[in-house]
């Protein structure tokens, strides 16, 4: 029924129990060699569906937690995962000692919930549902993630301010969701590789060995150059041409540690788990024209209804959670100052020199040697006579 799929309980020790409908036919948890697998993952504490449902009892005890994978659209097979923190209290404190879960099939839990808000309730006039083309409909959760929407489904799974980055600014701006910047310092960023050196050439036979190949090739390159010539005036005789292929250019890069920065976003202060709708204008957002939209809160879940004007599309102002390069203002903000690792900084030096120890006296005689370079004479000689044969002969 709804398209529920199985339901399980897991607590801090794992996957505890877990059992599929009859409605499921299919077996989906069979690996290669056909071994029976989990149908989530068996470590549950360490999965988000487990520790969003813990956090989630804290604003609303009596709501569960929905959830699709990332960019979901699309893909056969979808499953919504709802999740609901099982709490216990003793002696005046609380504490989480299983969360329970039902899987339903995307489409069928989609078909239904757009079927549930287009039937009018008995004594009101409804003639403005989901199913209208007037009106763009998404399903959002605590994230800011769609879960339903009625435009395209291969929006599903995405970042709402990716698809209507207009709309989400002006979510944030109302205070529905709160952006929360996260900084990651153990990042890693392509820098293109540079091939040049300000340093000389150290001068050895290999060096001479070098300049006779780079000869022999640059007199092969010639050749096969005048021959392609020669080729390209026979093929014009016989009207024949070869295919023509772009060039590639394969900028070659290495990674090199950096601080990146993203941008998540979460329910603001204008979000109320119980009693909670807002709405707004978008003055010239798209062709000349002003568009709204309505928020609305599912009750007992960590979803709200988002309702855009279908007929007036504000383009493509994208809102994005893509990790971006870090870059500190230090002389013009000071809380850049508490977002750059300490460790970039440098170090303060001593204030005296420790430069001797009495019980190092025994070490003088042999301090430093271990970086001395001697010259090897009959490699010195051997490799001065070569350069002097290559070079004047």
């Known amino acids: ?38 149908p989530v993952d068996a470590y549950a504490t360490e999965s988000l569906w487990y ?19 990332i960019n979901a659209g699309g893909k056969s097979g979808t499953r919504v995962t709802a999740t609901r923190a099982v709490f216990v209290t003793k002696h005046g404190r609380k504490a989480p000692v299983a969360v329970v879960g039902i899987q339903f099939d995307h489409q069928t839990w989609s078909d239904r919930f757009l079927e549930i808000t287009g039937t009018c309730i008995e004594g009101r006039d409804c003639k403005k549902t989901c199913t209208n083309a007037e009106f763009d409909c998404y399903v959002l959760d605590d994230n800011g993630f769609i879960l339903i929407t009625t435009k395209k489904q ?19 701006n109302s205070d529905v969701y709160k952006r929360v910047r996260v900084y990651d310092f153990q990042a890693s960023c392509p820098q293109p590789l540079s091939f040049t050196s300000p340093a000389n050439f150290l001068f050895t036979p290999f060096y001479h060995l070098k300049w006779f190949l780079s000869w022999i090739l640059t007199h092969l390159v010639y050749i096969a150059l005048n021959w392609n010539l020669v080729l390209a005036d026979v093929l014009d005789d016989l009207d024949m041409h070869p295919p023509i292929h772009d060039y590639v250019s394969i900028n070659k890069t290495k990674l090199s540690p950096c601080d990146k920065e993203y941008d998540l976003f979460m329910y603001g202060r204008s979000y109320n ?5 807002s709405n707004g204008i978008l003055n010239k957002c798209g062709h000349n024209c002003d568009g709204y939209f309505n928020v609305h809160y599912i009750p007992h879940t960590n979803l709200i209804l988002v309702v855009t004007d279908g007929r007036c599309q504000c383009g493509h102002n994208a809102t994005t ?30 204030e005296s020199c420790h430069n001797y ?13 271990g970086g001395k370079i001697e010259i090897s004479s009959p490699s010195f000689y051997i490799g001065l006579l070569l350069s002097l044969v290559l070079t004047y002969l």
């Open 273 to 277: 788990s119980h009693n909670f709708s």
């Open 1 to 38: 029924m709804y398209g529920a799929l199985m339901a399980f309980i897991a607590t801090r020790s794992g996957l505890t129990r877990w059992i599929e409908f009859p409605d499921d036919h299919q077996n989906h948890h069979r690996n290669g060699n056909n071994e029976y697998e989990p």
């Open 357 to 369: 120890n009495s019980e190092e006296k025994e070490l003088l005689e042999d301090c430093g040697k």
């Open 154 to 172: 291969e929006d599903t799974g995405k970042f709402f301010g990716e698809v209507d980055g207009m709309v989400m600014e002006m979510l944030v």
């Open 51 to 69: 520790q969003r449902a813990v956090e989630r009892y804290e604003s609303d005890p009596n709501s569960f937690v929905y959830s699709v994978p």
């Open 321 to 350: 959670i893509a990790p971006r390069v870090a870059t500190y203002d230090v002389l013009n903000s000071t809380e850049a100052l508490c977002r750059i690792p300490l460790t970039s900084l440098p170090r303060k030096r001593p």
